[in-house]
C-alpha cells in the first residue's frame, strides 16, 4: 500500500455555521473554522453528483441505505492505496472511504463511525445489512483495550454477512460502536463458540450522528472561501506579469482539457492581453477533450496551436508493446514530440508557456520550481501560476468565474489527460467500460493480441497487469491466487528489431529516461548464462528482469522484450540503451564465430557448445560489442 506523503500544507477546514468547506482558519462569514484531518497530500475536491450517486449506489448494496442525503455537500480525499481510494467528507466529518478492490474489480466502502451512525440511527437494523450485535460486558475490552471481538460474545447478526465483509456491530440497544471488517460469515458467528468474528478499524463509546443543516449549494463555499481565493489569485496574478515581463518570449497557455490548465488560463486571461493557445492531440485523448478544446478557444477568443500525434500510438504499441509505469514510451511519442513541433513551427526563439501543475500532484511536482525549462521541449519555458493551490481551490475559482470545464469530470473521472495512461487505477478502465465501451473495447483488443503473442492470459488484461513491468506485492500475491504468470513465454526469436524512444521523464524525478522494445519475448535465462550484458555494465537478475549500471545511468530488460533505461545525461543514455540492444541481440543470436574471444585483451570470453559466454572477469570495455558481426551487419 502507498504511503501519505506530505507534499503541502494541510488546508481543509470546515465552518460548521455555514456548512461548507473552507481553506483555511477563518470563513467568510468571519467564523473561526474546525480543521478536518484528512490523509496526506490532502488534495481535497468537491463530489460531483455521479460521484455521490455511485457513493450511495455502493452504500445501498452493502448496508441497504444511502450515506449521503440530499442537500449536504460533499468533498472528497483522494488517499494512498493499492488502487483508487477517496475519503469522504459531508459536514466537517470523514464519514468513510470508498475504494476499488483490485480482486473482486468492485467499488467497496467502509464506513467510519460517524457514517456509520448515519445508515442506523433512526433506522430498524432488520431493515439494514452487514450489523453484527454484541453483548454489553464485552465492550470495555474493545472500546479500551482495541480487542477482536470474538464469537462467544455475538447475539444476533446478519445471516448474510460473508467472511471479509465490512461490517458494523452495535450494542444490544442498537447503537453503533464499532467498524470493522468480518472475520467469520455470519451464521459462523452464532453457530462457533471460539475465534475472531469482527476485527475493529474504528469503536468508540455510543453517540448521535452529527448531521449540520442541509441546502448548502457550492456558492455558498464560493462566497466562504472568496477572501482565501482573492488572495490566491492576485499572487497568481502578480507571478503571471513578472514572469511574461522578464522574458523577450511569446507567451503561450498549454491547455490540455483539464481543471487546472482551465484555471491557469483564466488566470491568463484576467491578467494579459497577447497570449494564444497549444493543445496537443494525443491521439488518446477523451471526446469530451476535444470538444472542450474548441468550446474554450472560443470562449476565449484566442489562437488556438494544435499538434496532433494522430495515430502514432496505435501504429508503435505493436512494436513496443503497452505502455507501462515503468516504460511510458507513449508520452515520448505522443506527447512531447508533437509539442516540440508545434513551437518549433509557430515560435521562432521559444515561447513561455503557462502550464497547470501543482505540488499536491506529486512529490516531483511539488519540489519542482515554478519557472522551469524543460529539457526534452528545449524551446520552452515553462512556468506555474498555481503550484500551491489544492483542486478545492481551482474548483472553486472555475466555479467562481463560470469558466467551461470538461464535461468528463462529471463523468466519474478525477483527471484528464490520456484515457488509456499506465498510471491510471484500474478502476479508471472499469469505468471507461461505461462511459466510453468503444474505447474500452479498442484498448482491450490491443491488450488481448498482445497477451495472446507473449503467452499471457486474458485475467493477465482483465487485473490491468500489463500497466507493470516490477509488479507491486499485492498484485504478485493477487496473481498467486489466481494462477496468473507474470512472465511471457519464452520462445527463441528467430530475428530482433529494436525501437527506441528517449526524453525527459515529466513526472518522475527529473532527467532523461528511454523506453525500448525488441516487440518479442526475450529468453532471461539465456541472457543470464552467456553474460552478454557485462560488457554494457555491471549486472543483476531478478525474476524476469536484468538491471545494468553504467556510472549512474542504469538500465533494465524484462522478459517481455521491453528495455527502459535513465540517465542524467541523454548522449550517456543513448550509449547505454544501444550497448544493451548490441548485447541482447548478441545472446539470442550468437551464431557462435568466436570472433570476440580473439578481441577480448582480458581473456574474459569464453566458448561453451559453439556459444560465446563472457565470465565475471569482465571489465565493460565494450570490445566485444564492437567487432561482433551481430552488431556491424544486422
Known sequence: MSRPAYLGKMLLHWCEACNVPVLGKQCGC???????????????RPAFDYDIKRINSVSEKQFNAPLIPEGHLVVLNKAPYEDRMDEIIVDGEVIASIRFEIESCEWVLLPRLEGARRLFQGRDRKDLKKWVVIEEEILPFILKKGASILAPGVLDVDPEIKRENEVIVLNPAGEVVCCGRARMAGKEMIEEKRGNAVKPRWSSEPKAAKILESGKSWDDAVKANEKILDRMIEEAHAFIRDVSGNMDLKVSVSYSGGKDSLAVLQLVDETLEDYELMFADTGLEFPETLENVEEVAEYYGKPLRTASAGDSFWESIGVFGPPTMDTRWCCKICKLGPITRLIDENYDGGCLSFIGQRQYESHARSISKRVWKNPWVGNQVGASPIQEWTALHV?????RTEAPYNPAYEKGYDRMGCWLCPSSSLSDFFQLEESHPELAKKLNSHLQVYAEKM??????VKYGLWRFKRY?????ELAGRKGISLLPSQEAPKELNFEVATGYRPCKAGGISADGSFGQAIDMETLEESGMLKPAGKVSFIEGAASIAMGESRAQVFASGNVNGRSENEKTLKKLMQNVEFSVRRAVLCQGCGICVGHCEHGAIEMKEKRACIKDSCTHCRACIEVC???KFI
Open 472 to 476: 507491486p506485492k499485492v498484485l504478485q
Open 629 to 631: 558481426p551481430l552488431v
Open 395 to 399: 474548483w472553486l475559482y472555475l466555479f
Open 30 to 44: 468571519g467564523n473561526r473554522t474546525k480543521k478536518v484531518e484528512v490523509t496526506p497530500p490532502g488534495d481535497i
Open 455 to 460: 503467452g499471457l492470459s486474458p485475467e493477465w
